[in-house]
């Protein structure tokens, strides 16, 4: 009995001892992580959640702004499990919700005999303009290989739909499932579909006024027009967003080894996509077996972009596709919304001193928000910065439009 009783003693003594060092090892665990979350929360709000760096080329614009775009003075909460350039392009089109759009399509002919696809979405149903000759018109221009069915163009039709207005979405030639009738499609360079377009919505509502946004290449695209248009169009207000402003930069940076694995080879397969889908239109002027061989975007424009549209070499048309050799024509507002951290526009060429010298110029930088990404909140699934700062720019422009008759 004796040893017994001292078998179980010792036994007691051990559990007790396992027991102090298991509550001991708990208590160190919790404080390590107790201790990474608020160095981590540290870092997060002195080096990530940073206020936007806007910049205008008037104090007019940049008061105008401040005014009645708020978004632009605000800090940019990325999430803080989502804040890399990266992972916030490649994630967002997963992550944000689409909401539902019912488009009514029109297909508009070209001089050439192309055709363009138009999706419009009426918004009969606004209470705040319920007159449609009179209802707000938003142009919406998507990315390189986009249609009216991607994330951010659902978002900003939804934006425009809480706010009354209509939207109409411009899909570049041969995307979005229609018929391609001539061996054309579309590059940033060339203006004349997006001119004809904003000329036949202008004559479908003559009343309504109309703005326009543009995404990546369409942001790309209305800035070249606003370029060469100066003050002869009919939109009263514009903003870009994620817009390439020198192609020559943007190609080279995304021909880095990982972003050519992330993206470069993935948007080059896109477009040679949609060249094989169009394949019997195209093969009569162009050798099409040379351009499925292209292994990066600098390579299809070489093979087929730059050809189609009469450049005598690539970087003729990388100049002249490059929006900020124009902008000190631009002569209607615009916003632009870049990432510093954007791979596809890299930070060092975003056109700040080029903004500084035309006051119909404002150009908002967030430190972080990727390429068309902008994602904000812990679960970024409704709303993005991007939205945010789209629904209170159109805003402004059609109810405050009057003070931005004179930038100058």
């Known amino acids: 009995m004796i040893s017994l009783d001292l078998g179980w003693d010792v036994l007691g003594v051990y559990v007790e001892n396992q027991v102090s060092v298991g509550l001991q090892g708990s208590s160190v665990g919790l ?70 759009v019912s488009y009514r399509n029109e297909l508009i002919r070209a001089p050439d005999g192309g055709q363009i696809s138009l999706d419009w979405f009426d918004n009969d149903s606004s209470t705040s303009h319920p007159d449609p000759s ?27 739909r809480e706010l009354g207005y209509r939207c109409v979405v411009f899909n570049n030639r041969g995307v979005s499932g229609e018929k391609l009738l001539t061996p054309r499609t579309y590059c940033a360079a060339n203006t004349e579909d997006l001119e004809m377009v904003i000329e036949h919505v202008q004559k479908t509502h003559p009343a309504a006024p109309i703005m326009a946004a543009g995404v990546s290449m369409g942001g790309m695209m209305l800035a070249n027009y606003l370029g060469r248009k100066g003050r002869r169009t009919c939109l009263k207000g514009v903003v870009v967003f994620s817009a390439g402003w020198d192609v020559f930069e943007c190609t080279a940076s995304l021909e880095k080894p990982l972003d050519r694995f992330l993206f470069n080879s993935y948007l080059t397969s896109c477009l040679q996509a949609s060249v094989h889908r169009h394949r019997p239109v195209l093969e009569k002027n162009y050798d099409i077996d040379h351009v499925m061989k292209a292994k990066t975007i600098r390579e299809f424009d070489e093979r087929f972009t730059s050809i189609m549209f009469g450049y005598p070499t690539n970087d003729d048309y990388y100049r002249d596709a490059s929006p900020i050799h124009k902008l000190k024509s631009v002569q209607v507002p615009m916003l632009c919304l870049n990432a510093a951290d954007d791979v596809f526009s890299p930070n060092h060429a975003i056109p700040i001193e080029a903004v500084k010298q035309n006051p119909n110029l404002a150009l908002l930088i967030t430190c972080h928000g990727g390429h068309i990404g902008f994602l904000e909140g812990l679960w970024p699934r409704q709303s993005t910065y991007m939205d945010r700062v789209f629904r209170q720019f159109a805003k402004a422009v059609v109810e405050q439009g009057s003070r931005l008759t004179d930038l100058q």
């Not at 009179?134 to 425009?160: A, C, K």
């Open 31 to 100: 404080a390590l992580a107790l201790g990474f979350g608020a160095a981590y929360a540290c870092y997060y709000l002195t080096s990530i959640a940073k206020k936007p760096k806007l910049i205008a080329g008037g104090k007019k614009f940049y008061e105008f702004l401040r005014d009645h775009c708020p978004v632009v003075t605000e800090t940019y909460y990325p999430p803080f499990w989502c804040w890399e350039s990266r992972v916030q392009t490649l994630l967002r089109p997963f992550v944000t919700a689409k909401p539902w």
């Open 134 to 160: 009179s209802r707000p018109t938003v142009l919406l221009l998507p990315g390189l290989t986009g249609t009216s069915r991607e994330s951010y163009i659902l978002h900003m039709v939804q934006q425009s």
